[in-house]
């Protein structure tokens, strides 16, 4: 097979320069792609802050005028304490539960799990409107507040504890769920405490996971705009500050500044997160023995009461939204009533905006998953050349860059008269560019780990016998990489419904999805109809995900028996 791949005929020689040069076109093609969906917004987002109103650079006096402004200070303040508490809350929180998860016998382990996993099915929004009416004005439980009120910081922690859940216990149970059987039999061997085996195994074998939870956590925390929106009151924080310098003042220039600072923690927790992922070493040798929990009534019961305990705030906040959509008039007339699904009696659009969010979700899906999976098999799978290699720095750009700050960069560019690509400004094609942009970098890595599992032995077989890469693509790759695929449009489609941020700043009147009219019907005093305008997105991706893990059952069994069927042939 080398020597003919080596050596090929005339003819293979003249498909594989064929093949060679459509390769070159696809990378250029997805390389460009990139660059307009990523890097070119962010270069006019910095640009525009080193220019003032006429164009003209200004260097770094737009930024002295931030410093020298008190209530901007005070923002940046404001932002970095949130965001710290934030962390310290949530993240032992979600520690906790993930351990309760993976090294004890809890009953119910899939239920606790899916019911952690809840806030991200939901936007931002949908907490902040739930705890006004738990503990706001009329909350049925602000006597609990002791006379303070629930807006502003402490009710931006708590719904922010709320949101960054899901994420520290998706990474503290995939850093908790594998390890080494052996070192805890040692231990046990020793009549070591189990206090002493959680600090001298446990917790070090876990802290990449922990370091890598409270950096999410807190960029979250800061560049959040819902939430802080919603239920911040007078408290600034600097995702609001964008929005109040762009939508209140006009004032681009500072809008640019803010967006440049509140790319700073991004990007430090990008560099952070890649450093430790350096130094990370792994938890599993060839000869090391899976840890499986063994049954402790005692400790059992008291992890039983741990995920019970974490599980309440997050249904009761949840089940709050829910009874709150479907009563006449909160807290006066709490009869039933779908007078809040009435949309059209509080919003002109009516409908139309949640229609618009599943239309830009679909959309977002479909091309979203294409270019990641498109560009990550070029990547992966064939010669990287100086476009790949561009490409794929470039597809990992997103995951250090806010909603906010990308969506403004699209503000800035895409809204030049000069640009040609002007025409798609305000209309849906932007905001699914941006929103594809903003959460490319996860689909772009799950597309590399399943091509990663395919071996490169497809391809040279393919070269081999004459067949063209398309050929292979559409015949063996795609079809082994179905399940991954499925994933990869999920997580577009759940995303592309809950965004607030991404899109504050580029929808049109006739494009405004669900989730920016949960922030107007909120503005209004609508709370109800906003409360049920998010629980229809957190309705719909609820839909999402269970059509997934249905589809992908269904997939694996078969595949499952195409494998077996090999199996019994070899």
């Given at each position: 097979m080398s020597d003919l791949t080596a050596h090929p005929p005339a003819a293979w020689r003249f498909r594989l320069d064929s093949e060679a040069v459509t390769r070159f076109v696809a990378s250029a093609i997805m390389l460009a792609i990139a660059l307009i969906i990523v890097v070119l917004p962010l270069y006019a987002l910095l640009s525009q802050s080193f220019e003032d109103k006429a164009g003209h650079f200004v260097g770094l006096d737009n930024f002295i005028n931030y410093a020298k402004d008190p209530i901007l200070r005070q923002s940046v303040?404001?932002?970095?304490?949130?965001?710290?508490?934030?962390?310290?809350?949530?993240?032992?929180?979600?520690?906790?539960?993930?351990?309760?998860?993976?090294?004890?016998?809890?009953?119910?382990?899939?239920?606790?799990?899916?019911?952690?996993?809840?806030?991200?099915?939901?936007?931002?929004?949908?907490?902040?409107?739930?705890?006004?009416?738990?503990f706001g004005n009329q909350g049925y439980l602000k006597w609990l507040m002791f006379g303070h009120t629930i807006y502003g910081p402490v009710g931006i922690i708590i719904a922010q504890v709320f949101h960054c859940f899901p994420f520290v216990v998706l990474i503290m149970t995939t850093a908790l769920g594998t390890a080494d059987a052996r070192l805890y039999e040692a231990a046990e061997t020793l009549n070591t405490s189990r206090w002493r085996i959680f600090w001298t195994i446990t917790f070090p074998s876990a802290r990449y996971g922990v370091i890598n939870a409270c950096f999410v956590v807190f960029t979250t925390a800061i560049v959040d705009f819902g939430i802080a929106k919603v239920i911040g009151g007078k408290f600034n924080m600097l995702a609001v500050d964008v929005y109040r310098q762009i939508i209140g003042q006009a004032n681009f220039q500072m809008g640019a500044v803010i967006g440049v600072i509140l790319l700073l923690p991004a990007v430090l927790t990008f560099v952070v997160e890649r450093i430790t992922y350096r130094h990370q070493t792994s938890q599993l040798t060839s000869?090391?023995?899976?840890?499986?929990?063994?049954?402790?009534?005692?400790?059992?019961?008291?992890?039983?009461?741990?995920?019970?305990?974490?599980?309440?705030?997050?249904?009761?906040?949840?089940?709050?939204?829910?009874?709150?959509?479907?009563?006449?008039?909160?807290?006066?007339?709490?009869?039933?009533?779908?007078?809040?699904?009435?949309?059209?009696?509080?919003?002109?659009?009516?409908?139309?905006?949640?229609?618009?969010?599943?239309?830009?979700?679909?959309?977002?899906?479909?091309?979203?998953?294409?270019?990641?999976?498109?560009?990550?098999?070029?990547?992966?799978?064939?010669?990287k050349g100086p476009l790949l290699v561009s490409y794929h720095i470039i597809a990992m750009v997103p995951l250090a860059v806010p909603g906010i700050v990308l969506g403004l960069g699209y503000v800035f560019f895409f809204n030049l008269p000069?640009?040609?690509?002007?025409?798609?400004?305000?209309?849906?094609?932007?905001?699914?560019?941006?929103?594809?942009?903003?959460?490319?970098?996860?689909?772009?890595?799950?597309?590399?780990?399943?091509?990663?599992?395919?071996?490169?032995?497809?391809?040279?077989?393919?070269?081999?016998?004459?067949?063209?890469?398309?050929?292979?693509?559409?015949?063996?790759?795609?079809?082994?990489?179905?399940?991954?695929?499925?994933?990869?449009?999920?997580?577009?489609?759940?995303?592309?419904?809950?965004?607030?941020?991404?899109?504050?700043?580029?929808?049109?009147?006739?494009?405004?999805?669900?989730?920016?009219?949960?922030?107007?019907?909120?503005?209004?005093?609508?709370?109800?109809?906003?409360?049920?305008?998010?629980?229809?997105?957190?309705?719909?991706?609820?839909?999402?995900?269970?059509?997934?893990?249905?589809?992908?059952?269904?997939?694996?069994?078969?595949?499952?028996?195409?494998?077996?069927?090999?199996?019994?042939?070899?």
């Open positions: 303040l404001n932002s970095l304490w949130v965001a710290a508490l934030t962390v310290s809350i949530v993240v032992p929180l979600g520690f906790l539960f993930s351990y309760a998860l993976t090294r004890s016998c809890v009953p119910g382990k899939g239920l606790f799990k899916g019911i952690a996993l809840l806030p991200i099915l939901a936007p931002s929004l949908l907490p902040a409107i739930a705890l006004i009416y738990i000869r090391a023995v899976i840890l499986e929990p063994k049954p402790s009534r005692r400790f059992d019961l008291t992890m039983l009461a741990v995920v019970v305990l974490l599980s309440i705030p997050i249904l009761g906040i949840l089940g709050t939204a829910v009874f709150a959509s479907f009563v006449t008039l909160w807290p006066y007339d709490l009869s039933f009533s779908l007078g809040s699904f009435d949309f059209g009696a509080y919003d002109p659009g009516g409908w139309s905006s949640y229609w618009n969010s599943v239309e830009m979700a679909a959309w977002t899906a479909l091309f979203g998953t294409v270019l990641a999976f498109g560009g990550a098999y070029l990547a992966e799978k064939h010669r000069s640009n040609p690509l002007n025409v798609v400004y305000g209309t849906m094609a932007i905001l699914v560019m941006c929103t594809i942009g903003h959460y490319f970098t996860v689909p772009h890595l799950m597309a590399l780990t399943a091509l990663k599992q395919i071996d490169a032995e497809f391809e040279a077989a393919s070269q081999a016998l004459g067949v063209s890469f398309w050929t292979t693509l559409r015949r063996v790759t795609i079809p082994i990489s179905i399940p991954a695929i499925i994933d990869m449009a999920t997580y577009f489609f759940v995303n592309a419904m809950t965004t607030v941020a991404g899109v504050i700043f580029i929808y049109a009147s006739t494009t405004k999805v669900a989730s920016i009219a949960v922030v107007a019907l909120n503005d209004t005093g609508d709370e109800g109809a906003a409360c049920a305008m998010a629980m229809m997105i957190l309705y719909t991706s609820a839909g999402v995900k269970l059509l997934q893990v249905v589809i992908t059952k269904v997939l694996l069994r078969s595949q499952q028996q195409w494998r077996s069927g090999n199996r019994a042939t070899a």
